[in-house]
Protein backbone atom coordinates (compact mmCIF):
# COMPACT_ATOMS: atom_id res chain seq x y z
CA UNK A 1 0.00 0.00 0.00
CA UNK A 2 2.89 2.04 0.83
CA UNK A 3 4.18 1.78 -2.59
CA UNK A 4 0.90 4.01 -3.89
CA UNK A 5 2.69 6.72 -2.14
CA UNK A 6 5.19 9.04 -2.04
CA UNK A 7 6.46 11.35 1.26
CA UNK A 8 8.80 14.12 0.61
CA UNK A 9 9.38 17.73 1.35
CA UNK A 10 6.80 20.10 -0.02
CA UNK A 11 7.37 21.85 -2.68
CA UNK A 12 6.66 25.77 -3.08
CA UNK A 13 3.16 25.16 -5.18
CA UNK A 14 2.46 22.67 -2.21
CA UNK A 15 2.23 24.97 0.50
CA UNK A 16 -1.23 26.63 -0.44
CA UNK A 17 -2.38 23.10 -1.10
CA UNK A 18 -1.28 21.81 2.41
CA UNK A 19 -3.12 25.38 3.87
CA UNK A 20 -6.46 24.37 1.74
CA UNK A 21 -6.26 21.37 3.79
CA UNK A 22 -6.20 22.69 6.68
CA UNK A 23 -9.12 24.96 5.99
CA UNK A 24 -11.24 22.24 5.05
CA UNK A 25 -10.01 20.22 7.73
CA UNK A 26 -11.27 22.83 10.08
CA UNK A 27 -14.91 23.35 7.71
CA UNK A 28 -15.39 19.45 8.46
CA UNK A 29 -14.44 20.33 11.85
CA UNK A 30 -17.27 22.68 12.16
CA UNK A 31 -19.61 19.77 10.54
CA UNK A 32 -18.78 17.76 13.02
CA UNK A 33 -18.93 19.99 16.22
CA UNK A 34 -15.65 19.46 16.88
CA UNK A 35 -14.43 22.40 18.58
CA UNK A 36 -10.64 22.46 18.15
CA UNK A 37 -8.60 24.27 15.51
CA UNK A 38 -11.92 26.10 13.87
CA UNK A 39 -12.70 27.31 17.22
CA UNK A 40 -9.10 28.65 18.07
CA UNK A 41 -8.74 30.25 14.93
CA UNK A 42 -5.96 27.92 13.82
CA UNK A 43 -5.51 29.34 10.69
CA UNK A 44 -4.71 32.84 11.92
CA UNK A 45 -2.44 31.17 14.91
CA UNK A 46 -0.61 29.38 11.72
CA UNK A 47 -1.37 31.76 8.64
CA UNK A 48 0.13 30.47 4.98
CA UNK A 49 3.35 32.44 5.84
CA UNK A 50 4.04 30.11 8.60
CA UNK A 51 4.70 26.91 6.43
CA UNK A 52 5.74 28.90 3.46
CA UNK A 53 8.86 30.02 6.21
CA UNK A 54 8.89 26.10 7.27
CA UNK A 55 9.40 24.89 3.66
CA UNK A 56 12.56 26.70 3.47
CA UNK A 57 13.55 25.75 6.79
CA UNK A 58 12.92 21.86 4.89
CA UNK A 59 10.78 21.22 7.72
CA UNK A 60 7.19 20.68 6.06
CA UNK A 61 6.55 16.82 4.30
CA UNK A 62 3.92 15.55 2.10
CA UNK A 63 2.10 12.27 1.38
CA UNK A 64 1.72 12.07 -2.35
CA UNK A 65 -0.56 10.19 -4.13
CA UNK A 66 1.59 8.41 -7.20
CA UNK A 67 -1.82 7.72 -8.87
CA UNK A 68 -3.13 11.44 -8.55
CA UNK A 69 -0.02 13.21 -7.76
CA UNK A 70 -2.37 14.83 -5.06
CA UNK A 71 -1.13 15.92 -1.51
CA UNK A 72 -3.40 13.81 0.74
CA UNK A 73 -1.60 14.12 4.35
CA UNK A 74 1.27 16.81 5.39
CA UNK A 75 2.66 18.07 8.55
CA UNK A 76 5.73 19.98 10.44
CA UNK A 77 8.44 17.74 11.25
CA UNK A 78 11.19 19.56 13.50
CA UNK A 79 13.88 18.56 15.38
CA UNK A 80 12.91 20.24 18.60
CA UNK A 81 9.63 21.12 20.82
CA UNK A 82 10.02 23.39 23.68
CA UNK A 83 7.02 21.96 25.12
CA UNK A 84 9.60 18.63 25.88
CA UNK A 85 11.84 19.13 28.55
CA UNK A 86 14.27 16.22 27.69
CA UNK A 87 17.13 16.10 25.46
CA UNK A 88 15.85 12.20 23.69
CA UNK A 89 16.50 11.75 20.57
CA UNK A 90 12.85 12.81 18.69
CA UNK A 91 11.28 14.27 15.56
CA UNK A 92 8.29 15.99 16.84
CA UNK A 93 5.26 16.57 14.76
CA UNK A 94 3.22 19.55 14.10
CA UNK A 95 0.40 20.73 12.11
CA UNK A 96 -0.32 17.47 11.01
CA UNK A 97 -3.57 17.55 8.28
CA UNK A 98 -4.97 14.72 5.99
CA UNK A 99 -7.35 16.21 3.30
CA UNK A 100 -10.48 15.03 4.01
CA UNK A 101 -11.51 12.59 1.39
CA UNK A 102 -8.83 10.62 2.16
CA UNK A 103 -9.24 8.19 4.91
CA UNK A 104 -6.22 5.94 6.13
CA UNK A 105 -3.86 8.78 4.71
CA UNK A 106 -2.73 9.89 8.13
CA UNK A 107 -2.35 6.54 9.22
CA UNK A 108 0.46 6.23 6.29
CA UNK A 109 1.71 9.22 6.94
CA UNK A 110 2.93 8.40 10.32
CA UNK A 111 4.45 4.87 9.28
CA UNK A 112 6.12 7.22 6.80
CA UNK A 113 7.36 9.99 9.74
CA UNK A 114 8.63 7.10 11.63
CA UNK A 115 11.06 5.27 8.99
CA UNK A 116 12.33 9.22 8.55
CA UNK A 117 12.67 9.18 11.80
CA UNK A 118 14.69 6.24 12.41
CA UNK A 119 16.77 7.78 9.15
CA UNK A 120 17.80 10.20 11.05
CA UNK A 121 18.80 8.46 14.37
CA UNK A 122 15.77 9.03 16.38
CA UNK A 123 14.28 7.14 19.23
CA UNK A 124 11.05 8.55 19.50
CA UNK A 125 8.22 10.35 17.54
CA UNK A 126 6.18 12.63 19.18
CA UNK A 127 3.61 14.99 18.98
CA UNK A 128 0.60 16.73 21.19
CA UNK A 129 -3.09 16.35 20.82
CA UNK A 130 -5.62 18.03 22.69
CA UNK A 131 -6.54 16.46 25.90
CA UNK A 132 -10.67 17.39 25.44
CA UNK A 133 -10.47 15.11 22.20
CA UNK A 134 -11.04 11.44 23.08
CA UNK A 135 -11.54 10.03 19.89
CA UNK A 136 -7.93 11.88 18.72
CA UNK A 137 -6.66 10.49 21.95
CA UNK A 138 -7.97 6.74 20.46
CA UNK A 139 -6.59 7.43 17.01
CA UNK A 140 -3.10 8.34 18.27
CA UNK A 141 -3.27 4.92 20.70
CA UNK A 142 -4.21 3.15 18.19
CA UNK A 143 -1.02 4.23 16.22
CA UNK A 144 1.40 3.62 19.28
CA UNK A 145 1.72 6.81 20.68
CA UNK A 146 1.45 7.04 24.66
CA UNK A 147 0.96 9.85 26.54
CA UNK A 148 3.55 11.13 28.49
CA UNK A 149 2.84 14.44 29.96
CA UNK A 150 0.63 17.35 29.63
CA UNK A 151 0.89 20.85 27.63
CA UNK A 152 -0.70 23.70 28.68
CA UNK A 153 -0.02 27.03 25.87
CA UNK A 154 -2.45 30.19 26.01
CA UNK A 155 -6.09 28.21 26.02
CA UNK A 156 -4.79 25.46 24.42
CA UNK A 157 -4.58 22.07 26.65
CA UNK A 158 -2.78 19.13 25.49
CA UNK A 159 -0.93 15.77 25.83
CA UNK A 160 2.44 15.15 25.03
CA UNK A 161 2.17 11.67 23.04
CA UNK A 162 5.39 9.33 21.68
CA UNK A 163 5.79 6.47 19.84
CA UNK A 164 9.05 4.43 20.64
CA UNK A 165 10.63 3.64 17.28
CA UNK A 166 12.24 0.12 16.74
CA UNK A 167 15.15 -0.60 14.01
Known sequence: MQSRYQFREITKSG??????????????????GIQQWNAAKYDTIYPLSYYEEKRLNGEVFVLVSKDTKELISAAVLKEQDDRWNDSEP????????????????GSIFLRF????????????LRLDSAADNPSLARYYTSQGFVPAETCTEGGYNGILRQKELLP
Open 15 to 32: VPQMFSMILKRMEWMDEK
Open 90 to 105: ALYLHNFVTRVEAPGA
Open 113 to 124: AEEYALKKGKKY
